[in-house]
C-alpha cells in the first residue's frame, strides 16, 4: 500500500466508517427470523434479556447466532411506560406483587407464587419482563455493583477466580458508559455525593448500555440523606460501583441516556450489532424445549404465536430464559431432579437434583411517613395543575430534565446495627457469622411521594434483607413452556430472615424519628402505616409477615457450582455449562447465581454476559 493509499484508506474507512458510523453490510430487518422455516446456526440463545442479549452481540461478530424471545419491542407493547424514568415508578403498575394487579400482558409475565405459609398464605405475582431486553425493560433501573466479599464467595463456590470483583472489573466497565453528573442540570448544591469515575473508566469507549446521573434532584432525597447520616450512615466514599457498599449514597446512576433522557436497556446490545453482523432475532417465539442426541443438545423447538419449527446449533445452546424460566426449559427438556422429572412423565436426559432448587429471594418491608412540607418529584408528577403538567413534560422532552428524568431515592447498606444486633439468637449470629466483613445485610432505600392531601410528603422507607437464607423452588406443572412455572418463594421460612427483618424494621422508625425531620415537620404528621399500634416484636413480624414483599431480585435456581457437585445441588460450572456429563449447553443469566449478593443485580447480569462470552471465546 503506498503511503497516499494508505492515507486514503485510513480517512475513509477509520475515520468515516468506524468512527461515524457502523460499516452497514445489511439492512435492520433483515435481522428478523422468518416464523416457520428451520434453520440452523452456530448458538441458539433462549432468552432475549439482560444477559442473553449481552452474550449475543459478544459472539455475533465472529459466529451464527440466533436470539429466541418470547417477547417483542417495549416501545411498542408498553407505551412509554418503559421510557421515560419517573414512569418506572407509576406507569408500570402492573409490576405490582398484590395477587390482583392489573395485568400486561403484552410484556409480563403474569406469574404468580403459590400460597407462602410463612407469609401467612398469601400468593403473589411476580413482576418478569417477557421483552426484548427482559426485565431491563421493567426496572427500576439503578445500576449499582456487590461486594469484594460477595464476590470472592462466587469465585470460591465455582472455583474461578475470574469472578473475583478486581478480575470482574473489565466486564463491568465493557458493559456500560458512564456520562458524568451534569452539575448544571441537576441544580441542587446540598445534594452532594462521592462518584467513582474510576470504576468505569476504561481505555476505549464504554459499553452500550448507558448509565447516568439523574438529571434532576428530588429535594425530599437531601432530607433523607441528612436524617441516615445523623443515625448513623455516612456518605459512601466512593459511590456504590467500587467493590464497597457502606454508608448512603445519593444520586445513583441509573440505566438512563442522558443525550436522550430515555431508559437504556439490554437492547442496546443488540443494536450495537445489528447492522455489521448476521445475527437474527426471532421474537413472540417460545423456547418450547431443548432436543437431544445422548447427552448432546442439538436443537430448540420453538413456537411463533402456535405454528412450531425447529433451529438447529452447530455448536451449543445457551439458556438465558431468567431465574424461572431457564430451570423450566431445562426440566421440560429432561434435565432436573430425576424421581420428580419421571413423575412427570419426562424422559430423563441428565439426573441435575439442583435445578429449580435454590431460589433466593431478596424480600423487602416498608414504613411511611408524614414528614413534611418538602417537594418531591411526585409532587409535581402528580400535581393536578394543568400548567405544571405542561412545564415538567416540556423540561423533559426539550431538555432530558426535571421530575420525569429522574427516580428520586436515596440508597444506602449497612449491617444490623450493634443496638438491634444484641437481640439477634445465636443461630442467626452465627448465620451472618458466615458473611464477610464488607457484606452488608439491610440495604434502606428512602424517598418521598405526595400525600393524599397533597399539602405534605410522604416519607417512605423501605428495607431490604439483602441475605435471604429462606429457601425456595420452581418446578412445572406440566411438559408445556406455555403452562407457568410453579414457584414457591419460600419467603420467611427461615427463622433468621424474620429476626432481621424486624430489627431492620426497627431501624427504620429510628430513622423517621431523627431529629432532622423536626426542621420541616407539620403538626400532626405522624406513622401512616404500620402505625404505632404496630409495637411490640409479635405485632412487628404479623405486619412483616402480611406486608413483605419483593424487589425483584430472584436467584440461583440453576446454582454455578464445581463439576462433581450435582448431588450437592450444582447446575452448571463456572462458564455456565451444563453439568451431569451434558454437552452443548450453558445457562447464563440470574439462575446461575450460587448465592444471592447484596446489591441490585442488573450490572452483575451485563458483567457475567461479558465474562460469559469471553470464557467462550478463549475455549472454556
Ligand atoms: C420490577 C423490577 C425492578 C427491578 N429493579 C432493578 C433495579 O433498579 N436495579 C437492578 O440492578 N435490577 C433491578 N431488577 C432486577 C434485574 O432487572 C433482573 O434481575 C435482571 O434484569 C435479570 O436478568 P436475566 O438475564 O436473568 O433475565 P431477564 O432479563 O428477565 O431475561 C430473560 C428473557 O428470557 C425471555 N424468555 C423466558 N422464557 C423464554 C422462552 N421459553 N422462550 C423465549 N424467551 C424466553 C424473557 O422474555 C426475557 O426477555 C428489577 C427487576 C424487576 C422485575
Ligand atoms: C423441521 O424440522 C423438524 C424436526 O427436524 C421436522 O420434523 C420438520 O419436518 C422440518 N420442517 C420442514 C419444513 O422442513
Ligand atoms: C406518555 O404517554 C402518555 C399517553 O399514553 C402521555 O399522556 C404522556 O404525556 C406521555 N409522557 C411523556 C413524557 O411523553
Ligand atoms: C395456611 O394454610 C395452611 C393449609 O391450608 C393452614 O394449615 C395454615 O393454618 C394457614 N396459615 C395461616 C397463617 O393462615
Ligand atoms: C436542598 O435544596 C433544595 C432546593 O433548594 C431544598 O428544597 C431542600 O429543602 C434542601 N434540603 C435540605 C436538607 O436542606
Ligand atoms: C449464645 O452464645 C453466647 C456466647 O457464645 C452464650 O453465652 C449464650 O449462652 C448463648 N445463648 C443461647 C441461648 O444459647
Ligand atoms: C392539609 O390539607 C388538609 C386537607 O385539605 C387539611 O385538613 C390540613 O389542615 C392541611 N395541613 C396543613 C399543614 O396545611
Ligand atoms: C419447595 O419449597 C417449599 C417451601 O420452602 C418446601 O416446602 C418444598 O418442600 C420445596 N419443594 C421442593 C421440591 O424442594
Ligand atoms: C424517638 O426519639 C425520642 C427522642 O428523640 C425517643 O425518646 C424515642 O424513644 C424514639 N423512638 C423510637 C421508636 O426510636
Same mark, same amino acid.
Given at each position: ?250 444520586? *445513583?446512576? #441509573? +440505566?438512563?441516556?442522558?443525550?436522550? $433522557?430515555?431508559?437504556? @436497556?439490554?437492547?442496546? !446490545?443488540?443494536? /450495537? ?89 431478596? *424480600?423487602? #418491608? +416498608?414504613?411511611?411517613?408524614?414528614? $413534611?412540607?418538602?417537594? @418531591?418529584?411526585?409532587? !409535581?408528577?402528580? /400535581? ?91 418446578? #412445572? ?144
Amino acid at each position: 500500500m503506498s503511503p497516499f493509499s494508505f492515507l486514503l484508506h485510513f480517512l475513509l474507512y477509520t475515520t468515516t466508517t468506524h468512527a461515524h458510523k457502523p460499516h452497514r453490510t445489511r439492512l435492520r430487518s433483515s435481522a428478523w427470523g422468518i416464523p416457520g422455516h428451520n434453520a440452523t446456526y452456530d448458538y441458539i440463545i433462549i432468552g432475549g434479556g439482560t444477559t442473553g442479549l449481552t452474550l449475543a452481540a459478544r459472539l455475533a461478530p465472529l459466529f451464527s447466532v440466533a436470539v429466541i424471545e418470547a417477547g417483542s419491542f417495549h416501545d411498542l407493547d408498553n407505551g412509554n411506560g418503559s421510557v421515560v424514568p419517573f414512569y418506572s415508578l407509576t406507569q408500570q403498575p402492573f409490576t405490582s406483587s398484590d395477587p390482583n394487579y392489573p395485568r400486561q400482558p403484552l410484556i409480563d409475565y403474569d406469574l404468580r407464587s403459590v400460597p407462602l405459609p410463612h407469609a401467612n398464605n398469601r400468593t403473589v405475582h411476580y413482576a418478569q419482563a417477557k421483552s426484548l431486553g427482559g426485565c431491563t425493560t421493567h426496572n427500576t433501573m439503578g445500576y449499582l455493583r456487590a461486594t469484594v466479599g460477595s464476590h470472592k464467595s462466587w469465585a470460591e463456590i465455582s472455583g474461578d477466580p475470574r469472578y473475583e470483583f478486581g478480575q470482574m472489573l473489565k466486564y463491568f466497565k465493557s458493559s456500560v458508559e458512564l456520562t458524568p453528573p451534569d452539575w448544571k442540570k441537576r441544580n441542587t448544591p446540598n445534594a452532594t455525593f462521592e462518584y467513582d469515575k474510576g470504576a468505569f473508566e476504561r481505555k476505549g469507549k464504554g459499553g452500550p448500555v448507558q448509565v447516568s446521573y439523574p438529571a434532576w434532584v428530588d429535594p425530599s432525597v437531601t432530607w433523607f440523606a441528612k436524617a441516615f447520616a445523623r443515625e448513623g450512615l455516612p456518605l459512601s466514599q466512593e459511590g456504590f460501583s467500587s467493590g464497597r457498599l457502606e454508608g448512603y449514597s445519593s444520586y *445513583i446512576p #441509573i +440505566s438512563v441516556d442522558s443525550r436522550t $433522557g430515555e431508559r437504556s @436497556t439490554a437492547r442496546s !446490545y443488540l443494536e /450495537s450489532v445489528l447492522l455489521e453482523t448476521e445475527i437474527i432475532v426471532y421474537h413472540r417465539t417460545i423456547g418450547m424445549k431443548i432436543n437431544f442426541e445422548g447427552k448432546r443438545a442439538k436443537s430448540v423447538e420453538v413456537d411463533t404465536e402456535g405454528l412450531g419449527y425447529t433451529l438447529s446449533a452447530r455448536r451449543e445452546i445457551i439458556v438465558s430464559a431468567g431465574v424461572f424460566h431457564s430451570p423450566q426449559i431445562l426440566m421440560v427438556s429432561g434435565l432436573g431432579p430425576k424421581e420428580f422429572l419421571e413423575r412427570k412423565g419426562i424422559q430423563v436426559v441428565a439426573d441435575l437434583p439442583g435445578v429449580g432448587r435454590n431460589l433466593q429471594d431478596q *424480600i423487602t #418491608i +416498608s414504613l411511611g411517613n408524614g414528614i $413534611g412540607t418538602i417537594p @418531591t418529584g411526585g409532587g !409535581y408528577v402528580g /400535581s393536578a395543575d394543568p400548567e405544571v403538567q405542561a412545564e415538567i413534560l416540556d423540561w423533559y422532552l426539550n431538555e432530558q430534565g426535571g421530575p420525569l428524568s429522574s427516580l428520586g431515592a436515596l440508597l444506602s447498606f449497612e449491617k444490623v446495627p450493634e443496638r438491634y444486633r444484641s437481640s439477634l439468637s445465636n443461630r442467626t449470629l452465627s448465620l451472618l457469622g458466615t458473611l464477610d466483613d464488607d457484606w452488608p445485610e439491610i440495604e434502606i432505600i428512602g424517598a418521598g411521594g405526595p400525600s393524599e392531601a397533597g399539602n405534605s410528603t410522604l416519607g417512605f422507607l423501605g428495607a431490604v434483607l439483602l441475605r435471604p437464607f429462606s429457601i425456595g423452588n420452581v418446578t #412445572i406443572k406440566s411438559d408445556s413452556m406455555k403452562d407457568t412455572p410453579v414457584i414457591d418463594l419460600g419467603w420467611l421460612s427461615d427463622p433468621a430472615d424474620k429476626e432481621v427483618l424486624v430489627a431492620a424494621f426497627k431501624r427504620l422508625r429510628q430513622i423517621m424519628n431523627s431529629t432532622v425531620w423536626e426542621e420541616i415537620k407539620l403538626p400532626g404528621d405522624e406513622e401512616i402505616f404500620p402505625g404505632r399500634g404496630v409495637q411490640t416484636d409479635e405485632e412487628i413480624l404479623e405486619y412483616i409477615k402480611n406486608s413483605v414483599t419483593t424487589i425483584w431480585h430472584a436467584s440461583s435456581t440453576c446454582s454455578m457450582g464445581k463439576a462433581g457437585d450435582e448431588k450437592k445441588g450444582a447446575v452448571v460450572d463456572f462458564a455456565g455449562r451444563v453439568l451431569g456429563g451434558v454437552q452443548g449447553l450453558r445457562v447464563a443469566d440470574m439462575s446461575v447465581l450460587p448465592v444471592q449478593l447484596p446489591t441490585h443485580p442488573q450490572g452483575t447480569m451485563y458483567a457475567l454476559g461479558e465474562k460469559i462470552a469471553a470464557d467462550m471465546l478463549e475455549g472454556r
